[in-house]
């Protein structure tokens, strides 16, 4: 599996240019507010800020001065790009942080949240936001990207939410075309495209997305979580795929480009007979899955290299290798979808899960954090004394090894209990 160093250049070259201002947001209203002088009260709007920041080609800084506020764009009006009307377009690259207690919403005008349109390298970050309301006007079955839409450029989402985007035709919550997309500590929930790419839709574009979450996405026809187009690379590790649904094919992720899987959680519902994972067979489809575990099937008609420490569940769909892979597993036994502990949604292995420890002995690699990003992997989690890395997403750290973890909920205390409810609809916390 491929590894990347990029997230420390990431947030350098995104926070710390030469010149560069901060304007802090000080009013609610949706208006163009410009003067974001720090000395008036009320004259710096979101709009405004974005307009102060698309003027320069620094990376300027926008930050808030409230508690947790939400956000409702509310000037509608024609299609354009100058950031005047309807959704906020963004020109040159910024830094937006929210804080984890901002929400920005589209859901009183007919069009996306945040259009990125910078043609440049430098990253555009959302960090602790929350993204919302993304929807297409009515009648227009072409549009693309509901939260967020990224053309030829380069988006950043540290600790995000981009949560309730459509209905939109393609890329729901995301949509990437020449777009370089990082996720960080970000989730992906609840967005509906009616035909494409519900959760993420990237082409021509690349794709990283550690300790983060897609989850609850729903596409008509293909990509319910992920849908990627031709040409496109897409390096996955540490992170969760689960309950997402299309009406075709690919419920977790539709496949056309290069795509590598690494200590990836994959839930989907096998009985709805739509593949969790799709790969096209095109010339230069390729998946490499390694260390993964996968709750569904797959459909590959491209080229397909197991790296090993996989596991199936319920059946033998993937070709995964059963010298170095579990394949045919009748109960993976994992917990509710949770947040406990954790910046996004994942699925905890129970005690007895055979993703605990590696029980064929073929995992590699084993990194130093699972997608919470605070248990240390490996550890021991079957009680044998022997610290091995888990199969997916997340380490199981024992709380019990006298014998009274059982699986049965019933038996565990209130105090456990309280960190694993389901997640709720409107997706992980961190807004």
């Keep these: ?108 005008i007919a069009d996306r949240v945040f259009d990125v349109l910078t043609d440049s390298s430098s990253f555009v970050t959302f960090e602790g936001l929350t993204i919302t309301g993304g929807h297409a006007p009515a009648g227009d079955n072409s549009f693309e990207g509901g939260g967020v839409r990224c053309i030829d450029g380069a988006v950043f989402l540290d600790g995000a939410q981009v949560t309730g985007n459509g209905p939109v035709r393609e890329g729901a919550g995301i949509f990437a075309n020449g777009c370089s997309l990082v996720l960080n500590r970000t989730t992906i929930a609840d967005n509906t495209a009616t035909l494409l790419g519900g ?15 897609i989850v609850g996405n729903h596409a008509g026809s293909f990509g319910g979580g992920l849908l990627a187009h031709a040409f496109t690379q897409v390096d996955l590790d540490n992170m969760t795929f689960s309950g997402n649904t299309a009406g075709s094919e690919g419920s977790a992720i539709d496949y056309a480009g290069e795509l590598v899987l690494g200590f990836v959680t994959i839930v989907s519902e096998p009985a709805s007979g739509v593949p969790a994972i799709t790969l096209n067979p095109l010339p230069n489809a390729t998946l490499t899955v390694s ?110 090894q006298d014998g009274f ?15 694993l409810e389901p997640l709720a609809p409107s997706g992980a916390p961190g807004a």
């Design 291 to 400: 260390n993964t575990l996968l709750v569904g099937s797959c459909d590959l008609g491209g080229a397909f290299t197991s790296g090993g420490g996989n596991l199936e569940s319920p059946g033998d769909t993937c070709g995964f290798d059963p010298l170095v892979d579990q394949v045919n597993v009748a109960d993976a036994r994992l917990m509710p979808l949770s947040v406990a502990g954790s910046a996004t949604p994942y699925h905890l292995p129970m005690a007895g899960s055979p993703a605990v420890d590696d029980p064929l002995g073929s995992i590699t690699g084993c990194p130093t954090h699972d997608q919470r990003f605070g248990p240390p992997r490996p550890l021991d989690g079957n009680g044998d004394g022997i610290a091995s890395c888990d199969i997916g997403a997340i380490e199981r750290d024992p709380l019990f």
């Design 199 to 213: 959760g993420v839709s990237i082409s021509s574009s690349t794709m990283s997305a550690p300790v983060s979450a």
């Design 1 to 108: 599996m491929r590894k990347t160093t990029i997230y420390a250049v990431l947030l350098l070259s995104s926070t710390s240019p030469a010149l560069a201002d901060t304007f802090v947001v000080d009013t609610e209203v949706d208006a163009m507010l410009t003067g974001c002088s720090g000395l008036v009260v009320g004259d710096c709007s979101l709009r405004g800020a974005i307009e102060r920041a698309n003027q320069t080609t620094s990376t300027d800084t926008i930050s808030f001065g409230f508690g947790a506020t939400t956000f409702s764009l509310s000037i509608g009006g024609a299609s354009e790009d100058s950031n005047q009307t309807g959704d906020l377009d963004i020109l040159q690259p910024v830094h937006i942080d929210g804080g984890g207690r901002v929400t920005v919403d589209a859901s009183l």
């Design 405 to 419: 973890e059982t699986g049965d909920t019933s038996r565990w205390s209130s105090t456990v209990l309280q960190g």
